[in-house]
Every structure is written in structure tokens, then in C-alpha cells.
């Protein structure tokens, strides 16, 4: 063992969250999570990799089955305080072996503490204290080694208080962390308290906490770059099928459509399995898994609503972006009476778009008549629908983004605040990025990708630095 890197065991009784923690601490959803308590009977290491390093681990344990046994079995071996660590160290040596096995959960638990580990010990602040938890917290005490205890509120936190009494006489730190919901900066609080616990880890862990900021900005610029090089390939994307020669044109068009629509639909989808990769969310099932699930279809344009912008500020936008946006806006004329003059002189490209809008599949031929015709499905220039593709994006970017590696729910894409998002951009920002996602359906270049992916940088909202 590396003596400056740190270990954590988490012990605790069955089902109070303990693989739920190692698994939000470690960002990994291949630590095993279970509502049948006894699913973990051995202990297994997890380690948070950043960047290519290992900056700690964390040992899932068993809970305790039979603390109080243990307790006498050690007492009776330790005579004052000075003896009690070694007493642990017996019990580990006398039963790691035994046959048939005895305290078989508590060799597992005792062996990596008495190993050099930092403890992490999990309750659940729903539950009241009692003090059957008396023999397991005094087996701990006695290992001498540096110990935390995390209260979980597990169905509420209406016992908090009175675990946080009883706790903070066996642990030098105590505090409430839910591993569901427990965002970044609560899981740097927590590993900052252990480094104020234990001198030697302190060095460590500031670096951990230091290469988490990068961390968190390279996911934020791969996850945005993503999304801006996926949006631009499903709007530039295109179908094409040869007509045979005695081809019923109508069906010929009704199948290109479906397979086109199918196509785009799958480019999707390995989007949001990229996006998951990237996020240590390959377990993630997500709505689009299960079929009976309403997941809300991509060319469904009555649920457009709940991923695109609105229609009068698609309206605006379109105008402005079509009308050299720049100088006039620069001349500082709002919204409103922008588009009023806009429209009134003539300038009607926002409509147009809303007039395309209504046919997103439109097919056309290509090709000699002779030789055959080809029917070309797409690409899609509905500026309606490219907000919508890059809404679901977005969308799906901060969920894998967002979500703790323990919460096992099934991830569900919520409506989109479009509008919302876009005012995280400034009105000339707004207009750059309609323009670009205008000309995607043509491909950008590697500067305006480039643009894009600030543009959407700032529209995900990422968290810029959360304090500790
Ligand atoms: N609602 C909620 N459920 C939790 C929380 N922590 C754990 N659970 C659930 O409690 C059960 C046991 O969790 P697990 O981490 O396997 O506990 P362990 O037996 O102590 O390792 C699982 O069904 C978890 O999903 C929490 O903070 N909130
Ligand atoms: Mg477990």
C-alpha cells in the first residue's frame, strides 16, 4: 500500500448506503447496489481514477453481523487502551482462516482498517439510534485509525440530531451526505474534512481536490464538443435510395422517409451513449432503452415543444440572424420592435422558416432520368427542429453530467427550458449561435465547431468552480 494514498473502508450495518457511497465517491456504476441486504460478502476495492491516476480507493464491505460477539471476544483479550489495537489484530489472524468460518463479515470489514484504511462509518438518519450501534462504533474506536461518520437520510432525516450526539463520541467527524443527490461540491467537503483528519493524507487530497477542477473542466469542453459535432452530423445528415425503374413513387417515398427518420433517430442515440461513455455512465438505462416507455419521439412535433424554443422566439432569432443580425442589434433596438420593423421591411426569413418547418422529411430527386433516379431524404433545415436535436443534446449532457454514479434509476430526459438557456448567452451570442446551427445542415468548419462548442459550454451551465 502507498502510504500517501489514501484508503477508505466503509463499513457500517447492512443497507445503509455503504456501496452506494463507495460508488458516488469512486464515480464508478459497476460497484453493486442492492435493496436485499447481504449482496456484499466481500470486500471489494473501487478507486477514483482521474486523468490517467489513481487518487484514492475505497473499500465496500459487508456490514456487521455480530458486533457485540466481537466486542467481547476483543475485550476479554485487551486488558487497558494500549492493548486494544492489537486485540484487533488478533481477532483478524485468529478467524481470517477459520474453518469452519466464523465473523466471517467482520474479518472482511477489520482486515483492510487494520491494513493502514481511513473508516467511513454509514448510518441511516431515518432510522433512530440505538444502542445496539454501541459494539460496532466501540470495534472501531479501538483499531485507533482515523474514522468519519457519514448519516445517510436514507427515508428523511428525522433521527439526524440524535445520531449526531451519539456519533461525534466515536468519530472526529460527523456529517449528513446523501449519495443519490450529493453533487461535487459535497463529496469535496467530504474528503476535505478526512484531510483535516489525518495529517498524512492532507497533501493528497488537496491534489485530488485540485484535479477534480481540471477534471471537471475537460468533461464539460468534451462533453459540449460532443454534442456540437453529433448535432452537426444529424442536421447535415442525408438518406438516398435509387428508384427502381417500375418503383410506386409513393411508396418508395413513405419507406426512404421512415428509414431516414430511423437513421437520424440512431445517430441520437449513439450520441447519448458517447455522452454516457464519457461519464462513467455505461450502465445508465435510460427511457430510449425500454420500448413501452413515452419517450418522447424525435420527429414527434407535437412534443417539439418540450425540447426546442418557442415559436416567437424562433421567430426573432431567425430574422435576426437573417438580417445581417449584427449592426442591428448593435444599434440596440429590443426584441419586439426589431421584429416589427424587421417584417415590415420585408424581411421575412423567420417565417420562412416556421413555413419549412411543417415538412422536416422533405424528399427530392437527384439524378438523370435515364439512368435512373435516386430519391435523397434530408438533410433537415428547420431551424425548429435543429433546437429541438440540440435541446435533447443539452438536455442529455448535464443529466449524465448531474447524476451520482449511485442513483440506479432509470434516467429520464426532462423538458428542456430552451428559452432559458439561451439567456445564459448574450442577444449577439444568441444570433452567432443561430447562424451556426442554420449552416450545419452544410457542415461547419473546424472555427465555427469551434464557436459552437463555447456557445454550448455556456448554455449546459456547467458549474465553474464550486467552492470546498
Ligand atoms: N432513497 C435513498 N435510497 C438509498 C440511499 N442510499 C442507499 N439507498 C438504497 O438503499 C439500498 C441499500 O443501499 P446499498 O448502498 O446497497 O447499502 P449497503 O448494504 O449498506 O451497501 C439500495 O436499494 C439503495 O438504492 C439514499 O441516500 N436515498
Ligand atoms: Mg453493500
Redesign the pocket.
Known sequence: MNPSRPVFAVV??????????VSTLTRQDAV????I?G??TRSQSFHLNLMGETRYELV?TP?FQRPRQVLSWLGDRACNAAERIESVRQFVAEFESAEPPRFHDEVELLKPIIGGAGIIY?VDGSLPYSPEYEAEMTILQWTGQPRMALI????GEAYVSQWQSALSQYFGVVRVF????ADERKQRAVLSAFAELHEPWRDSIEHTLARMDQYREQLAWQGAHLVAERLVAILSSTHERRMPAKAVEPLMQEQLKREYQQRLRELETRAQRELQALFAHTRLQTDVDVLEADYPDLFDQDAWYLFGLDRQKIIVLSASAGAAAGAVLDAGVGGASFMTGAIAGGVTSGLASIAATLKPEKLRFRGVPLAGKSLVAGPVKDLRFAFVVLGRLVGFLELVSQRTH?D?SRAKLEQQDMNKRLELLGRMEQVRLTRLIQKAHKGLNDKELEQLVELIQTIVGFPTKPAS
Open positions: 457500517g450495518h447492512p443497507n445503509r448506503g455503504k456501496s452506494s457511497i453493486k447496489i442492492s435493496a441486504s449482496t456484499t465496500d456490514g454509514v445517510n437520510p436514507i427515508g446523501d449519495p443519490m443527490t449511485a440506479r
